[in-house]
């Protein structure tokens, strides 16, 4: 289904197994393998609700947005603008540039380019193993805060704690360093073991 209250350069595109709508401007539900396209984004999720009347778009259940620089979120409900621009998640995560994984018990997603994570954790180390099983990240830091500033391409965190093997080794109340997608920027960087 097109949403159609957009300019056409804005159209929203809706595909699910049942999709239920009354009137023009009444609430649009999307329900099972719901995937909502709009521009270079994309949203997946177990059913969708969207209300033109206020241009939010509810969607719960295996949320996932894929996001126009590539990057993946993960979340068990979203509220967003009907741009996916702007919004809250619950139970968020977020992998970015590879194998580095952001992720907190909230999010506010912002159009100008920052996400805002409440009790976050920020690791590059796997999570999994080849099984599939969960395991405990070799390094992993965890804040009250931890802000992503896609313009600043930084990552910050509020009240830190860095962890090696799930024991707590350093608190500091800031703590900054390049977001992982940028190739070079001043300010701490993560060791890398070589042999020769």
Request: glycine content about 6%; charged content about 25%.
């Amino acid at each position: 289904i097109v949403v159609s209250d957009r300019p056409r350069e804005e159209t929203v595109l809706f595909a699910a197994d049942r999709v239920l709508r009354t009137a023009e401007e009444s609430l649009l539900i999307a329900e099972g393998n719901v995937r909502a396209f709009y521009e270079n984004k994309s949203l997946i999720a177990d059913y969708i609700s969207y209300d033109p009347t206020t241009d939010i778009v509810t969607a719960n259940g295996n949320v996932v947005i894929y996001d126009a620089d590539g990057q993946i979120f993960y979340a068990d409900s979203v509220e967003l603008t009907g741009d996916l621009a702007d919004g809250v998640a619950t139970n968020f995560g977020a992998l970015i540039a590879e194998e580095n994984r952001l992720v907190g018990s909230t999010v506010v997603r912002s159009s100008s380019g920052v996400n805002t994570i409440e009790n976050g954790a920020y690791t590059a180390c796997p999570v999994c193993r080849e099984d599939g099983s969960t395991k405990t990240p070799t390094w992993e830091v965890k804040a009250v805060r931890v802000t992503q500033d896609k313009n600043d391409q930084t990552i910050r965190f509020r009240h830190a704690t860095i962890e090696a093997f799930g024991v707590p080794i350093m608190y500091t109340p800031y703590f900054e360093f390049p977001d992982p997608s940028v190739e070079r920027k001043s300010g701490l960087l993560p060791p890398s073991i070589g042999n020769s």
